[in-house]
Structures are given as C-alpha cells and as structure tokens.
C-alpha cells in the first residue's frame, strides 16, 4: 500500500493494464473460436448463405462485435484478425439485425452469391414493382422470416395509401386496394389497410397462414416482437405453428377483418386508370395490388416414373401418419430435414433422406444435428449426392455414385422447394433480376 502512495500513478495504471489483458485474452480465444467455426462449416461445404445475408467491408468494421452479439442464431458471425466475418453461412436466415446493430454501417445486407443467384422482383424502396400501382412484400420479395415479412407488409400499405390518396382520377366502383395473399404479409398489410381506411379486400388462394400453414403439425416458428396494426406489439419468440395460426385467428376476429379464402388470382389487366383482376371467383377493378405470395408456387417435382402416384406428396401435414412406415424424403432445405426427422422419431418408421449435393448448406445447423442424432440412432439413412429414379406402389430406386439400388417404400415426400411464379410475374410485365451477391 505504502508503494502505491509513493507512485501514486501505478494505481490506476495496474487496474488499467489488467483490464487490458483480460480483454486481450478474450479476444485471442473469440479469433480462435472464429477460425474453428469457419474451417469447420468449409470442410462441411456449407458456404452458401440461403437468403438474405450480410457482407462485412472491413475498411468500415471497427472489430467493435456489437453484429455478432445482436445476431439472434448465434456464431453466425465472428470477430477474425479483428474484423468481423460471416463464419457459418449456411446458419444465416436473414434477420438482419447486425445491420441495424453495426455503429458504422459496415454492414450490407445481399441477396444470393457469386456462385448462387436467387431471382427476385425488382422492387423500388416502397415496395412498388416497376410496374406503377403492383406493390410486392413478404416472401415473393425475399424476405421469408415472418418479422420482415410483417413489417413489409404493413410499410408497403403505407406505400399504397400514399399513392391512393394522390389518385384524382378514378372509377367510384374501384378498391383502393386488392391484397393478394394471407400470410405474414398480407395479414400485416391487411390490417394496414383497414386501419388506414382503404377500401378494400384479400384474396387467399388456399387457407389462413399461407406458407405457414403448409408447416408440419407442431412445427417451432421462430419470429420476433413486431408491432401489427390495430393490435399493437406482439411479443411472440418462439412458438408453434398452431399456436401462431390461431393467434392471427383471434386477431381477424377481434378486428372484424375479412379474407375471402380459397379464392386464386388468375389474370392482371392494367388498365388506364388502375387495375382489373380475374380469380377463380369473378374479377374486381382496383387502383392498386399488393402481392404478398409465397415463392414456392408450384412444388418443384422429380420428372421420374411413379411420381403420379397417391403415395407421392409434397408438403408433410402429420408426422404420426408415418409411424411404422418406409419413407423416402427427398430434398435439403429445412423442411426436407425437418420432415425428415419429425417422422423418424414415429414408432417403427424408417426415413431415407436423399439429397443432390454433397451437404445440407441450405438447412439450419439445428435441423442437421438432428439428422445426425437420428441417423446415428438407426432411424434414418442419409443418401448425399443421390437422385431417384424411379418410384412404384412398393419401392424407390435411387442413384448413387453411378450405383441403382432398389429400397422398400410406403410414401415418398418431395421438399424440393417451389418454382416461382415467374411466367405470371413477366406476363404481367414484373421485371424479374437474379442477384449474385447484392441488394
């Protein structure tokens, strides 16, 4: 003590210091635990982000990590040689909160990369296509999370309104608005719409929740807080896919919002003023539309023998109607992976899941560490770089490493994704780009 009041300088000196090297300490392992991940997820070939992902300019990172602690999956970002760095791609789904976390705007948020483009509507900062009066939000426009797509949702109406008001000219009989879609977006853009006193209605081709709906039974969806016109902030984390359908349920109800369900928008006609639009219902004139689709479409199919046959199905709707059961799942993406295990934890049931590329670098590391535990249990059996032949009433072929084998087989699910609705898009003049790496 007597020291340190004789040099009373070291007295701050010494704490200082020894803050330093803890900080030093922790950065060292943070740069080695970076580096561990990054080798591991290239080793695995998962390099390819499936959606909308950042891109660092490291002229701009301050090494400050204020992205990689905002990031709500975790280790999907890492500080290396003091710079932050995407370490595990194929983790990434498109928050986007290190963004709005980044104190320097180093951040970019892209779609698509150098060696894999994702074809996305050319949209204006307001949601607008470049056809004046189409407004696109949600999934169609890349954004699959359900926060997003609530958000686009409700912006875009806001965009609608806008553009409504500054109408002079228009037929008496004509919505303000037609929302096409009651997903994320289209329930969010509903709401909008009715809270901004537009006059007009939704259309759903299918039942509530769109893509959400198509989940398996007890599916986890993960959102985030969002605030939904006319109800407020919604604190949802993580929660099911029933749970999540009969909130917005109760939020249609509460609110008197009307969809007309199970009606599918045929034709888009632009007209002098406005719009008219055939469904499968009649046709409505609108000076503005809001498409809140799904990119899926069409499910992508296999082109192979058998395909047409009842046992062939494209979405799993119930796990347990596979107990006991030899099921072939054929895809890669998370809900591939997700069926996948869901129906190998059935009693008595046995999944092959075959997939095209080397790795699952489009699916959650959650989903492949089940499929890991799963296989490693018995219940499944993973099939990479493999495609099937051929289906019939009682077996699949499948290829693999130039070698036909025959298996045993009760039902088959495809998870090979959708093909989007590009030819409707272009027929109506929506100008499509594929990104390779950019906004």
């Known amino acids: 003590m007597a020291f340190l009041q004789s040099y009373p300088l070291l007295a701050y000196l010494l704490p200082?210091?020894?803050?330093?090297?803890?900080?030093?300490?922790?950065?060292?392992?943070?740069?080695?635990?970076?580096?561990?991940?990054?080798?591991?997820?290239?080793?695995?070939g998962l390099i390819e982000p499936a959606s909308l992902h950042p891109v660092i300019d490291p002229y701009l990172c301050l090494g400050c990590g204020a992205c990689t602690i905002a990031c709500p999956e975790g280790n999907v970002?890492?500080?290396?040689?003091?710079?932050?760095?995407?370490?595990?791609?194929?983790?990434?789904?498109?928050?986007?909160?290190?963004?709005?976390?980044?104190?320097?705007?180093?951040?970019?948020?892209?779609?698509?990369?150098?060696?894999?483009?994702?074809?996305?509507?050319?949209?204006?900062?307001?949601?607008?296509?470049?056809?004046?009066g189409i407004f696109i939000a949600g999934e169609l426009g890349g954004m699959g999370l359900i926060r997003n797509a609530v958000e686009q949702g409700s912006q875009a109406v806001d965009a609608v309104t806008k553009v409504v008001r500054q109408l002079k000219v228009a037929p008496k009989d004509?919505?303000?608005?037609?929302?096409?879609?009651?997903?994320?977006?289209?329930?969010?853009a509903s709401l909008n719409a009715k809270q901004n006193s537009l006059n007009f209605i939704t259309i759903e081709q299918d039942s509530l929740g769109g893509t959400v709906s198509h989940f398996p039974r007890n599916k986890i969806v993960m959102t985030a807080p969002v605030n939904l016109p006319l109800v407020g902030k919604v604190k949802f984390r993580e929660t099911t896919k029933e749970a999540l359908l009969e909130f917005w349920q109760n939020i249609i109800e509460k609110t008197g919002l009307k969809i007309n369900f199970n009606e599918r928008l045929e034709d888009i006609e632009s007209?002098?003023?406005?719009f008219k639009l055939t469904t499968t219902k009649g046709q409505y004139l609108a000076k503005t539309i809001l498409l809140g689709l799904g990119r899926r479409g069409t499910p992508r199919t296999l082109d192979v023998e058998g395909e047409s046959l009842s046992k062939v199905v494209y979405r799993l709707i119930d796990p347990l109607q596979y107990a006991g059961q030899q099921v072939l799942v054929v895809g890669g993406g998370d809900s591939?992976?997700?069926?996948?295990?869901?129906?190998?934890?059935?009693?008595?049931?046995?999944?092959?899941?075959?997939?095209?590329?080397?790795?699952?670098?489009?699916?959650?590391?959650?989903?492949r560490q089940k499929v890991e535990k799963a296989e490693q249990q018995g219940q499944l059996s993973v099939m990479l770089q493999s495609r099937v032949i051929k289906i019939s009433a009682t077996e699949v072929v499948i290829e693999q490493d130039g070698k036909q084998s025959h298996f045993a087989n009760d039902a088959v699910i495809v998870c090979a994704g959708g093909i989007m609705p590009t030819p409707f898009l272009q027929k109506v003049g929506i100008s499509i780009?594929?990104?390779?790496?950019?906004?």
Request: positive net charge.
């Open 77 to 132: 970002l890492g500080l290396i040689h003091g710079k932050a760095q995407l370490i595990q791609p194929a983790n990434c789904i498109g928050h986007g909160a290190c963004k709005s976390a980044c104190p320097t705007n180093a951040i970019t948020l892209v779609f698509g990369t150098e060696t894999r483009g994702i074809d996305i509507p050319t949209l204006k900062p307001n949601f607008e296509t470049n056809v004046s």
């Open 174 to 188: 004509m919505l303000d608005v037609v929302i096409v879609g009651a997903g994320p977006a289209g329930i969010a």
């Open 336 to 367: 591939a992976l997700e069926a996948a295990t869901s129906i190998a934890e059935q009693t008595g049931s046995h999944v092959i899941l075959s997939y095209r590329a080397n790795s699952f670098n489009r699916a959650k590391m959650k989903n």
């Open 271 to 274: 007209l002098n003023v406005g």
């Open 16 to 44: 200082m210091l020894f803050i330093w090297g803890v900080v030093v300490v922790v950065k060292k392992r943070a740069h080695q635990v970076a580096l561990q991940l990054q080798d591991q997820s290239m080793q695995a």
């Open 433 to 439: 780009e594929t990104k390779h790496g950019s906004e």
